[in-house]
T-cell receptor, first 112, second 113 residues
Framework: DAKTTQPPSMDCAEGRAANLPCNHS???????VYWYRQIHSQGPQYIIHGLKNNETNEMASLIITEDRKSSTLILPHATLRDTAVYYCIVRSSGGGADGLTFGKGTHLIIQP | DTAVSQTPKYLVTQMGNDKSIKCEQN?????MYWYKQDSKKFLKIMFS???????INETVPNRFSPKSPDKAHLNLHINSLELGDSAVYFC????????????FGPGTRLTVL
């Protein structure tokens, strides 16, 4: 799986949009971008994934650049409960049973 | 509630003991995993089971052995516990397929004294 690079930490004001960047310059054609988050003392939680088109669900939006070398996770109206470590993971679409490779992630702190 | 559950939530034990952590999922998934999160918060895959067959063993010591009595359960047995085994262990499951996400349990905090 391709390597990802994320800033170690970010702050965002409550109610504002939180934009979390991720670089994955070595991503290959069959690799998807996945985002998970881990709220303190809980198990990781899936947020969203995409291949090349922008994606949106009830939790977030995912914007992937045209060259697919970077992406941005957007939490449109951040709340205090969104404070967590956010992981950007690149994974092939092979569908095998291999586990996820977590990096260090971005610690997002939502300020009241 | 449909979920991935783990027991116990906390486990404190002495070095050299043998212990087990249980994991159950009622999501009907066919693949289950164990992850280890150390004190530096790095999450690493340990094992996965697909259709009762071990798929991955990521250089984990053979003191660790996953056991799957059925598709809904993947238990983790640890023999001769060492101080370095202290960590939070997460179980996860997914339905095999190219896009399906993993669902994680709440974790088991293991402390070896």
């Amino acid at each position: 799986d391709a390597k990802t690079t994320q800033p170690p930490s970010m702050d965002c004001a409550e109610g504002r949009a939180a934009n979390l960047p991720c670089n994955h310059s070595t991503i290959s054609g069959n690799e998807y971008v996945y985002w998970y988050r881990q709220i303190h003392s809980q198990g990781p939680q899936y947020i969203i994934h995409g291949l090349k088109n922008n994606e949106t669900n009830e939790m977030a939006s995912l914007i992937i650049t045209e060259d697919r070398k970077s992406s941005t996770l957007i939490l449109p109206h951040a709340t205090l409960r969104d404070t967590a470590v956010y992981y950007c993971i690149v994974r092939s679409s092979g569908g095998g049973a291999d586990g996820l490779t977590f990096g260090k992630g971005t610690h997002l702190i939502i300020q009241p | 509630d449909t979920a991935v559950s783990q027991t116990p939530k906390y486990l404190v034990t002495q070095m050299g003991n043998d212990k087990s952590i249980k994991c159950e999922q009622n999501l009907g998934h066919d693949t289950m995993y164990w992850y280890k999160q150390d004190s530096k918060k790095f999450l690493k895959i340990m094992f996965s089971y697909n259709n009762k067959e071990l798929i991955i063993n990521e250089t984990v010591p053979n003191r660790f052995s996953p056991k799957s009595p059925d598709k809904a359960h993947l238990n983790l047995h640890i023999n001769s516990l060492e101080l370095g085994d202290s960590a939070v262990y997460f179980c996860a499951s997914r339905e095999s397929g190219p896009y399906n996400e993993q669902f994680f349990g709440p974790g088991t905090r293991l402390t070896v004294l």
